[in-house]
C-alpha cells in the first residue's frame, strides 16, 4: 500500500529552524513530483516546494525562497524539508504528496498530487 508519512513537525520561535520528513513507501517514487504543502486555518492549501525525482529539478513558491530547501534521498526514501529563518506566517500544517511527472503541469499545484500524507503542524511563534 502506497503510504506518505511526515514527521518533524513542532513549535519553534521565529528565526528558527525545522527540517520536515516524508517516508515514502509502497514503491519507489522514481519519474514522480514530489512536493510539500501546507495550509493554515481558515485558508487554502499552498505549494511550498516540489522537486521532480527524475531530473532533481527544484520548485519553491516565493515566500519560501532563501528560507526552504527541499531534497531528497533516494536510498532511504525519504522526502526532506530543511526550513530556515522561519516566521510566524510559516505556521501551517504540512504536508507531503506525490504525483506521477507525466501529469503534472505546475509542479505547486496542489489540485495536480494524487497521494498525500496525514500532515505535521508546524507552528511558529513571534
Known amino acids: 500500500q502506497d503510504q506518505l508519512v511526515e514527521s518533524g513537525g513542532g513549535s519553534v520561535q521565529a528565526g528558527g529552524s525545522l527540517r520536515l520528513s516524508c517516508a515514502a513507501s509502497?514503491?519507489?517514487?522514481?519519474?514522480?513530483?514530489m512536493g510539500w504543502f501546507r495550509q493554515a486555518p481558515g485558508k487554502e492549501r499552498e505549494g511550498v516546494a516540489a522537486?521532480?525525482?527524475?531530473?532533481?529539478?527544484?520548485y519553491y513558491a516565493d515566500s519560501v525562497k532563501g528560507r526552504f530547501t527541499i531534497s531528497q534521498d533516494n536510498a532511504k526514501n525519504t522526502l526532506y524539508l530543511q526550513m530556515n529563518s522561519l516566521k510566524p506566517e510559516d505556521t501551517a500544517m504540512y504536508y507531503c504528496?506525490?504525483?506521477?511527472?507525466?501529469?503534472?503541469?505546475?509542479?505547486?499545484?496542489?489540485?495536480?498530487?494524487?497521494?498525500w500524507g496525514q500532515g505535521t503542524q508546524v507552528t511558529v511563534s513571534s
Open positions: 522537486i521532480y525525482t527524475g531530473r532533481v529539478s527544484t
Open positions: 509502497g514503491y519507489s517514487y522514481n519519474n514522480y513530483y
Open positions: 504528496a506525490a504525483a506521477p511527472a507525466w501529469v503534472v503541469t505546475s509542479p505547486l499545484g496542489a489540485s495536480e498530487y494524487d497521494y
